[in-house]
Structures are given as structure tokens and as C-alpha cells.
């Protein structure tokens, strides 16, 4: 008899429980000092995580959705532009670039590895592209050498939206450190996540990098001296210093997840579901498992047989950009865009967390199994 085993689909305290002390000494220094917003605890932070992810800067901003818009405005992204995203992503993706005045241009998704198709973003391309945003959506990058190559022919920089990647790579380069500029969430379900908001844009060019720490503070370069206009996307010191005491443990929860997910493939293998779709980690890429999506027929009813015994799940995400309300100005129809349609409509997130163990994966397969073959 199967023994009923409730798995959360993240379990945060068990992450934090072996830091509290270090993490509590670090909140407590930066009260000591007093310095809240920005400072020294941003600046070492900076450091650190250019150092980690191979880029010259790394600019921290409150938010990744602030990390992409920042990214967007310090290149000059604005009414009249294009950029083009996929259609299948967090909202943030394709909001920064309406809420700037210029249109999502949308693009199918592979359907293998959920990232935008380097096909349709070839077709996309109009004179009024500015920017390409590709997302290296679950924690697995996009096929960049394909969208570099074209987005260099065009003279069109590339923004990676990378805020569910921190430590994934493609060919060897690390996310964010491949296109023109890279954007990181570090929302506490991530892989590196804060105790609430926290962003960061990573680039190798230093004019851009000045824009970017310019932009962040209401454009002031010095103190209420204005050459533009900016916005308040500054990162807290206490949540920078908490990032800093995960920071040195992200290569090794990482791993964990990517031996979780390896021991769901065996476990999926042995119980011979084959009505379920796995995810697959693409060749000359590494796959950090911020999320592990599989694809099941009937998800409202497996996912509501998963709920009944204790097992979380998720659905990212559900509505594709061209079928949100908010875009129905950009004209698209159901059908447009079949790749994402069908992904949306199939896709459910399972627990991957580090900590998971071998009797929580298990329930969690006898789980899925139970409501497939019902």
C-alpha cells in the first residue's frame, strides 16, 4: 500500500533553516549600520555576482521586472519601437515593453524547450525592432548563437531575460553574460532568492552599465542633478546582504535540483507513464530546474487529483501574452501562436526543490500516476 506523503511544491524553510544564523548576523549588520538602500552591502553584492556569472557589471535593481524595464529604457526603447519577445512567459516579459510606450512583437516557442523559436524571431524583424528579448524560460537558456547572429546583423541588441537562470549556460557561457545585457529576479522561489523583491542586469559594456546605475536612481548623476529621467529601482541592503549569504551555496542547490529532476526521469521511467511529457534538457545547455514543468492530457483534473493528496503543483502559465486581455489591442486570435497555446494548455509544474527526497519524488510520481491513469 502506497503510504500518502504531502510534498509542498517549494519548501523555503528547509533552505533556510541550516543559514538562519549567518543570515540573521547579516540582517543584523546592516541595522547596525543603518545604510538601507544601496551602500557597501550592494557593492559587495555587485561584486560578487559579476564574479559568478562572468560579466564586467552587474547592476543591482530592485526587481527583475525593474531589471528589464531598466534594461529596455537605458536602451532607449520607447513609442513607435517593436521588441520581440515569445509569447509564453511571465507577464513582466512583454508588460516592460508595453508599459514603455512600444509593442510586443510575439514569437512562437520551440515546443521542447518552452524558449522562443530563433525561426520566428528571424521573421519578426521589421525596421522598428529595437530590442530582442529571449527568456530562458524553467531555467534552461534560449538557443542564443542563432538569435545573436541575427540580432548583430540587424544592429539590434539583445536583452536575455534570465530571471528564472541564475546559473544555467549555453555552450559554456553563463546566462546573462551572452547578449547585450542579461536580467535576473531573485523572488524568493528561485534558485538565488531574496526574503522579497530583488533584480540585477549584467553587461560587459561599461556605457551601458553607467546608464543603467544612472537609471536606477531617477536618472541623478550627482545627487539631485537630473540628466534623465529615471526611476527607484534600487536594492535594499538587508536584501542584498542576504543574497550574499546564499550566494556561495547557489552552484550546490543548483546541482541538487539537476539531480532531482534526473531521479524524477528515472522514477517517471520505471512506473511506464508514457502519457506524460518530460522536460528535456537541450545539448550544450545547462539546465538549473528553477522550475520541472511536464506536460499531462486533462491538467485541471490532474491537477486537482495532485491537490487531494498533498502534492503541490503549479501552472506557468496559463494565458499566453496574445491571448491576455491587455494585449488584445496587438490583434492576435487563438491559433496565432499553436506552440504556446498547446503549452499553456498542458504544462504543470512539479516540487523540484534542493531539499526534495527520495520519498517525497516517489509520492509525487505515484501521485501523477494515480491521476493519468484514472
Not at 528561485?190 to 553607467?210: C, E, W, Y
Amino acid at each position: 500500500m502506497k503510504t500518502r506523503v504531502a510534498v509542498p511544491l517549494l519548501d523555503l524553510e528547509a533552505q533556510y533553516r541550516p543559514l538562519r544564523k549567518e543570515i540573521l548576523a547579516a540582517i543584523t549588520r546592516v541595522c547596525d549600520s543603518q545604510r538601507f538602500i544601496l551602500g557597501p552591502e550592494v557593492d559587495a553584492l555587485e561584486r560578487e555576482l559579476a564574479e559568478h556569472i562572468g560579466v564586467a557589471h552587474a547592476i543591482a535593481m530592485s526587481s527583475g521586472t525593474d531589471a528589464i524595464l531598466a534594461a529596455l529604457m537605458a536602451l532607449g526603447v520607447g513609442p513607435g519601437d517593436e521588441v520581440i519577445t515569445p509569447t509564453f512567459s511571465f507577464f513582466a516579459t512583454a508588460g516592460c515593453v508595453s508599459r514603455l510606450g512600444a509593442t510586443p512583437k510575439l514569437v512562437d516557442i520551440d515546443p521542447v524547450s518552452y524558449n522562443a523559436d530563433p525561426v520566428a524571431i528571424r521573421a519578426a524583424i521589421t525596421p522598428r525592432t529595437r530590442a530582442i528579448i529571449p527568456v530562458h524560460l524553467y531555467g534552461q537558456t534560449a538557443d542564443m548563437d542563432p538569435i545573436v547572429e541575427v540580432a548583430r546583423a540587424h544592429g539590434i541588441p539583445v536583452i536575455e531575460d534570465a530571471c528564472q537562470a541564475i546559473g544555467a549556460s549555453y555552450k559554456g557561457r553563463q546566462a546573462g553574460a551572452i547578449g547585450t545585457a542579461g536580467c535576473f529576479s531573485f523572488f524568493p522561489s528561485k534558485n538565488l532568492g531574496a526574503f522579497g523583491d530583488a533584480g540585477l542586469v549584467t553587461t560587459h559594456d561599461p556605457a551601458l552599465a553607467h546608464e543603467l546605475r544612472l537609471l536606477r536612481n531617477h536618472g541623478a548623476e550627482p545627487k539631485y542633478f537630473h540628466k534623465r529621467i529615471g526611476g527607484n529601482f534600487r536594492l535594499d541592503a538587508l536584501q542584498a546582504a542576504v543574497l550574499r549569504v546564499k550566494l556561495p551555496h547557489l552552484r550546490r542547490w543548483s546541482a541538487m535540483r539537476v539531480a532531482n529532476a534526473r531521479r524524477y526521469h528515472e522514477l517517471f521511467a520505471g512506473a511506464g507513464l508514457d502519457r506524460i511529457t518530460l522536460p528535456n534538457e537541450m545539448r550544450d545547455r545547462r539546465h538549473i530546474f528553477n522550475q520541472f514543468v511536464v506536460r499531462v492530457p486533462d491538467r485541471a483534473r490532474v491537477r486537482a487529483a495532485l491537490t487531494d493528496q498533498g502534492i503541490g503543483t503549479e501552472v506557468y502559465y496559463p494565458v499566453p501574452f496574445h491571448l491576455q486581455e491587455c494585449f488584445a489591442s496587438l490583434g492576435h486570435r487563438r491559433g496565432d501562436f499553436p506552440e504556446a497555446e498547446a503549452a499553456a494548455e498542458t504544462c504543470l509544474a512539479l516540487p523540484i526543490y534542493g531539499e526534495l527526497t527520495l520519498e517525497q519524488q516517489q509520492a509525487v510520481v505515484d501521485a501523477v500516476g494515480d491521476a493519468v491513469t484514472r
